[in-house]
C-alpha cells in the first residue's frame, strides 16, 4: 500500500496520512490560515469562516467555527437563522494578525470551518438535543468551538454539553437582555430563558457570570433581581457609557479565576447605531471598542467556548452587523488559551499627522 496525503484546496491543512502496511489513519496536525487576497481574490473560493479549510470533523483541532443555523426561538424579528451564512460572507475580509495585540492565531492554533449543526427548523426542543450531541463530539476531540448563531437558544444545549466535559463554568454573558426568564406562553425554551435553564441544572458557577450591557424597558421593576440573588454580577449599559471597560474585565479577570469559562456575546449587547441587524434591538448600547475592550479583557482566562449570536441579516442590507460579529469571533479566537503573541502595540508613540 502506497503512501498517499490528500492535500486541502485552501494549501496548508489537516490532512490524514496513511503509512504503508496499516489500515489506520492518523492525521497530521499543521496550521492553516486564511489565504492571501493576492493569491485567491475575496470574492473567489468556498464561503468558509475567514476562508479557511472545511472540516467534517473537530478532530485535531485546537479550535473550530461551527454555525448553528437556528431562529425558532425568538421572541420578536426573526431571521437568525442566515447568520452564520452572512457572517461567514463578512469574514472575507479578515487576515492573519490582530493588528494591536499581536495575537497569531493561526501561527498558534489549528482551525478550521466545521460546517454547520443540522438544525430541525420545526421542533425547537429537538434542537436541544441535536446541538448538545454535536457539541458533545466537537468536546471530545479537545477541541474549543467558537459558534455562530442563530439565535440565544443555542447557549444553553452548547453548555449542557460543555459542563458535562468540564462542570459548572464561569460565563461572560454580553447582552442588552439577561435572558433568565423562567417562561412565555408556557414554553420553557426560548431564546430569553437559555440561562435560567443553566442555572436550574447547575451548568454555571454562578459566582463567576457576567452579565454586562444590559438595558431597555423591563416588564417588571425587579427584572434583575433572580440573576442577582444567583451571585450574577451585573454592569448594566448606563454604567458603560463615556468610559474604557478595560479597567471592569481587569477585576473581571481575577473574578473569573482560573476556572474554565465560556463567553456568549449577542450581537444586541452593541447599540443599532453599530449592530442594526438583530431581533430585539435596544438604543443606548456598547460601542465596537468597547466589545473589543471586553473580549481582550478575557486575554488570560481559561476560556474554552464563545458564541457569537443574534446576528439577522434581513434587518441589515448593509451586511455591517455581520461584519461586527465576524470580526468579534476573530477576536474571541485571538484570546484562547495557545494563542502566540508578538511584539508588544505601540501605546506610548506619538503620530504626528
Known sequence: MANWVCAAIAGRNLFPV?????LFTRFVKTFAAPPSNSTLARCAG????????????????????VGIPLDIGTSNRPGTRFGPRQIRNE??????????????PFESLAVADIGDVAVNLYNLKDNIRIIREFYHNILSSGCRPLTMGGDHT????????????YGPVGLVHVDAHDDTSDSVAGEKVYHGSPFRRCVDEKLLDCKRVLQIGLRGSLANSHNYDWSIKQGFRIVQAEHCWYKSLAPLMEEVATQMGPGPVYISFDIDALDPAFAPGTGTPEIGGLTTPQALEIIRGCRGMNIIGCDLVEVSPPYDTTGNTALVGANLLFEMLCVLPGVKYGNLPLNNVQLSL
Do not use: W
Not at 496513511?18 to 496499516?22: N, R, T, V
Not at 469574514?91 to 497569531?104: C, E, F, G, K, P
Not at 443555542?154 to 466535559?165: C, E, F, R
Open 18 to 22: 496513511q503509512h504503508p502496511f496499516s
Open 46 to 65: 468556498i464561503t468558509s469562516m475567514m476562508r479557511l479549510p472545511v472540516r467534517g470533523t473537530a478532530q485535531e483541532l485546537d479550535a473550530c467555527f
Open 154 to 165: 443555542i447557549t444553553y444545549p452548547i453548555l449542557q454539553a460543555i459542563a458535562k466535559k
Open 91 to 104: 469574514s472575507v475580509l479578515i487576515r492573519h494578525y490582530n493588528s494591536y495585540t499581536r495575537a497569531a
